[in-house]
């Protein structure tokens, strides 16, 4: 069983949007800070957005501020992030991350990754 498995990328044109899921298993989703990093071919890899265990605060990059929305819902164990307004600096693989009890973490307990092109 796979604790982390995201869904929900795809190939999208530029002002389009996507909705990312990450279906969580194998331990207790509530208890964890969670986030979407991405790493774009060639580069290293990017943090995009955290929220806290009960879902109250989310933090996100500058350059996802305002297009981007995390959010969580602890009784299916799924994370989500509503991606708006897609640039094609937004082409990435994306990656959802459990993080510790009180803080994000380093983003080594990840998923597969799921795949977003933003092109015309």
């Known amino acids: 069983q796979v604790p982390l498995v995201e869904s929900g990328g795809g190939l999208v044109q530029p002002g389009g949007s996507l909705r990312l899921s990450c279906a969580a298993s194998?331990?207790?989703?509530?208890?964890?800070?969670m986030s979407w990093v991405r790493q774009a071919p060639g580069k290293g890899l990017e943090w995009v957005s955290s929220?806290?265990?009960?879902?109250?605060?989310?933090d996100y990059a500058d350059s996802v501020q305002g297009r981007f929305t995390i959010s969580r819902d602890n009784a299916k164990n799924t994370l989500y992030l509503q991606m708006n307004s897609l640039k094609p600096e937004d082409t990435a693989l994306y990656y959802c991350?459990?993080?510790?009890?009180?803080?994000?973490?380093?983003?080594?307990?990840r998923g597969q990754g799921t795949q977003v092109t933003v092109s015309s």
């Open positions: 991350a459990r993080g510790q009890t009180y803080s994000r973490g380093d983003y080594s307990f």
């Open positions: 194998g331990f207790t989703f509530s208890m964890y800070w």
């Open positions: 929220i806290n265990r009960g879902g109250v605060i989310a």
